[in-house]
């Protein structure tokens, strides 16, 4: 018995020998770089914000439930304010704690969720696209996984559709564009073996977007739809990638001094960021790629541009259930956070799908979507044209 206490004692001071020395190794003037704060920051600035989260999760369980701020507005104490107001920290959201520290880790004021669609969480925020690559990989078309995607009930019809009004499609109030042009699908291109960019050059988001100027006009909505090569004109005039706004913008403007009537910008891309089943509803055994809408929080009067969103997106779940993914708000930190959309209070950004569906699940979205729009709009038109015809009472 004693020969096995004294072999305890004698492998615990071992180990404690080692410990300490260790430890002093850890503090000495050659390993002192290696557990500075920007050295750490360097080594885990490319974790992305999903492994933060899961990480933290393994360790907190309520930390998957509570970093997400509310939906909804909650009223606002005195204390709470103060408390905000002096350190920064939005009660209830721990990602404005920790957001900070952890690089990668969305805050509070970078993206939140303004209006949450069925299934719509965290790690589904809008991520920017990376750019193209100079050389696209092209691969046939083949089916998209057999993930099973979401499925919802058939749209009700309480109310009978909103007769559409034959209008005249020559009076151009929508524009649509495509600021990163050549997002495309698995189905089309491979991922860039540097980027992991999924892009095309002929084959990408603006099909969707003149399916969508199609399906408008056909309701007697006119649309006018531009298909610039943004990219090549940034490599044409060297610019980099996070500029792509700024040359859509030119395009935005110069549309708008040539047609007074314009009302309406869409600027369409297609997510980074989802799995098929998270991109995917299918609707009445029709399977489409689900959108999401985002308000950019740079615009001063971006305000007006949420309202406009979310009129879309309660027609749209009246009509559509569960094709919208909600309504996220971004800021300069996260992105572009202007998105052209101080143009006009009808400028949105709109995301269709993922990179895992298919062009067609983003047609049959085009088609969907404008005739969400087509009874907005002809309501909107009706409602005008009631308002102008009203007598003057002074």
Sequence with gaps: MATLLQRHFVLLSVGTALLFLLCGALVTDSSKDMFKSSTLNRATSHVSSLTLINLLGMEIPAFHKTVQAQVEPQTTTTSSFFFQLATGIHPGDLRSLLGRELPGLLTYDDARILVKGKDFELADLYVE?????????????????????????????????????????????????????????????????????????????????????????????????????????????????????????????????????????????????????????????????????????????????????????????????????????????????????????GSLLVEVGGTHNTIQECYNTAEAFADVFAEYYWQAEEVSKTNSQKPDKR
């Design 129 to 345: 696209s990376p750019a193209p690559a100079h050389t696209v990989i092209e691969m046939p078309e083949t089916p998209a996984p057999a993930e099973k995607p979401t499925e919802t009930p058939k749209p009700a019809d309480d109310k009978p559709a909103v007769p559409i009004a034959p209008g005249d499609s020559k009076k151009k109030s929508v524009f649509v564009y495509h600021t990163h042009n050549r997002e495309s699908w698995i189905g089309i291109s491979k991922p860039a073996p540097a980027t992991d960019s999924i892009d095309h050059p002929s084959q990408n988001i603006t099909l969707v977007g003149k399916k969508l100027g199609e399906a408008l006009s056909a309701k007697g909505i006119g649309t006018q739809v531009n298909t610039d090569d943004f990219y090549q004109k940034l490599l044409d005039n060297g610019r980099s990638y996070p500029f792509s706004y700024a040359e859509s913008l030119k395009a935005v403007r110069a549309a708008t001094q040539q047609n007074r009537d314009l009302k309406f910008y869409f600027d369409l891309h297609r997510d980074s960021n989802g799995t098929r089943e998270k991109t995917t509803v299918k609707i009445n055994a029709k399977n489409y790629a689900r959108l999401l809408f985002v308000v950019g929080t740079r615009n001063k009067n971006h305000e007006q541009n949420e309202k406009f969103a979310r009129e879309l997106h309660a027609l749209m779940e009246k009509k559509y259930p569960a094709l919208s993914r909600g309504i996220i708000a971004k800021t300069a930190s996260e992105g572009n956070g202007e998105y052209n959309q101080s143009i006009s209070p």
